[in-house]
């Protein structure tokens, strides 16, 4: 059995669990051998965190849920996670903020982060609530030849800078050196007019750690979270756990 948290301070956490939920469906009647079964649950605590063998943080206000996490103690337990433990951990907008190494406001003044993907992102980089959006998106990690992703960005961050030279002492940079996982560019949206020239980056993986500016869970296309299960499992299975089908 496969056990995938989903973090539950703040933000979308149901709407998640019900795509995980459909996508374990559907990877399993997609293979011709067993597929394991899996269990989702909500992360408020350390002892949940522990049970978890792949972690989603979702979508929400990531000032709200670093100070909502520290209260809790759950702030180290989580960067030991993703960057210690290398589990398998997706970011959904706020999500993709917790998980990289910086972020650059429109506001003044720090937040804590999680870190693990080795990137600077911008917070809020189309705006707010009310310029939310829905754009179709081509993403080369889905099958190709199919329809668009229709991607839902809610004050949503991009990667705008992807960090090559990491200060020294940095953590990240010796989980970059002993993983040897660099930064990959998964998605991409053209840049809003006068905005400036190309696309931005909305999705990002390093390893183990996936982000996604967007908000797939407030679809009903189940594709990215398909194909992210399947990544877990695969996972887990390359990395020497002995994770046993079950039918
Ligand atoms: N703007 C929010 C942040 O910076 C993210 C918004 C979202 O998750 N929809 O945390």
């Known amino acids: 059995q496969i ?13 998640h669990i019900s795509l995980l939920q459909k996508a374990a469906a559907q990877l399993s009647s997609q ?5 394991p079964q899996f269990s989702f649950i909500q992360v408020r605590t350390a002892a949940q965190l522990s049970q978890c063998d792949a972690l989603i943080i979702p979508g929400g206000e990531s000032t709200t849920m670093a100070i909502v996490a520290r209260r809790l103690g759950l702030l180290d337990p989580l960067r030991e996670f993703v960057k210690v433990q290398h589990k398998p951990t997706w ?6 903020v917790m ?10 003044g720090g937040q804590e982060l999680i870190g693990g993907l ?16 829905v754009g179709d998106l081509r993403l080369p990690f889905l099958e ?11 004050r949503a961050p991009v990667v705008e800078e992807i960090i090559t030279t990491p200060t020294a002492g940095d953590d990240d940079e010796v989980t970059k050196l002993k993983t040897g996982n660099q930064v990959e560019v ?3 949206y053209p840049k809003p007019e006068g905005t400036g020239e190309g696309d931005d980056i909305v999705a990002v993986r390093q390893g183990n750690v996936f982000g996604t500016s967007f908000h797939p869970e407030l679809t009903d296309d189940v594709r990215i979270h398909t194909w992210w299960l399947k990544q877990v499992v695969e996972g887990l299975k390359s990395g020497g756990r002995d994770v046993q089908a079950q039918s």
């Open 3 to 15: 056990t995938v948290g989903v973090l539950a301070l703040q933000g979308g956490v149901i709407e």
């Open 31 to 35: 293979s011709s051998t067993p597929t």
């Open 91 to 96: 970011g959904t907008c706020a999500g993709l």
């Open 99 to 108: 998980l990289a190494s910086a972020a650059s406001a429109t506001k003044q």
């Open 118 to 133: 080795d990137v600077k992102v911008l917070r809020n980089r189309y705006g707010t609530q009310l310029q939310s959006f």
């Open 144 to 154: 190709e030849g199919r329809q668009p992703f229709r991607g839902v960005f809610i």
């Open 186 to 188: 998964m998605g991409t």
